[in-house]
């Protein structure tokens, strides 16, 4: 089947740094983005991984372990907008054609 | 400014009607795709359309029909017969097959009662 996994919320603290985990389970798959959605809006791309690794990309990184069918978007510094939901989506049957998770909602605190 | 416009935001129907939500682009990209999204979770793919006058069905096609005659257009139409239709749907596009990354319009909110 085609999954992915993320938890449902994260709260954490203005300035702190926050690990958003995301298990998939595809198959035929290309790679992992990561988007943002704030509440009635649109998502917003963040970032891709397509290899193993790390990709940073101001204060959000993402990460992929292809073997272990794991990634992560890492957030650091955080500030109140950053309040949102976070999907992970895995790029399936072809580049363009995408499995979202759930999304996780961020909560940011003062 | 180049984007993906989507009309109208809010959209009320009655049970059994048929209704066609419209997704034009400007960025001139090749591929174009409609996802639905209810709430508390994540998008679903209804169609998607590579090139023009082709399109292919994603993962929950049943009750819905889409068209694209021109590059910038392709609008969804929820017909009488999907049975849960109110949801937040979105539109998006990307450059083509080999892209990954989506550009999302603001979506259409639907409220079938």
């Known amino acids: 089947g085609q999954s992915l996994e993320q938890p449902s919320e994260v709260t954490a603290v203005e300035g702190a740094i926050v690990q958003i985990n995301c298990t998939y389970q595809t198959s035929g798959f290309y790679g992992l983005s990561w988007y943002q959605q704030h509440d009635g809006g649109a998502p917003t791309f963040l970032s891709y991984?397509?290899?193993?690794g790390l990709e940073e990309t101001g204060r959000f990184s993402s990460f992929l372990s292809r073997s272990d069918s794991y990634g992560y978007l890492l957030l650091q510094e955080l500030q109140m907008k950053d309040s949102a939901s976070y999907f992970c989506a895995g790029h399936s049957g072809g580049y363009n054609k995408l499995i979202f998770g759930a999304g996780t909602r961020l909560a940011v605190h003062p | 400014d180049g984007g993906i416009t989507q009309s109208p935001k809010y959209l009320f129907r009655k049970e059994g009607q048929n209704v066609t939500l419209s997704c034009e682009q400007n960025?001139?990209?090749?591929?174009m795709y409609w996802y639905r999204q209810d709430p508390g979770q994540g998008l679903r793919l209804i169609y998607y359309?590579?090139?023009?006058?082709?399109?292919q069905k994603g993962d929950i096609a049943e009750g819905y029909s889409v068209s694209r005659e021109k590059k910038e257009s392709f609008p969804l139409t929820v017909t009488s017969a999907q049975k849960n239709p109110t949801a937040f749907y979105l539109c998006a596009s990307s450059t083509d097959r080999g892209s990954y990354e989506q550009y999302f319009g603001p979506g259409t909110r639907l409220t079938v009662t």
């Open positions: 960025l001139n990209h090749d591929a």
């Open positions: 359309s590579q090139i023009v006058n082709d399109f």
């Open positions: 991984n397509a290899l193993d």
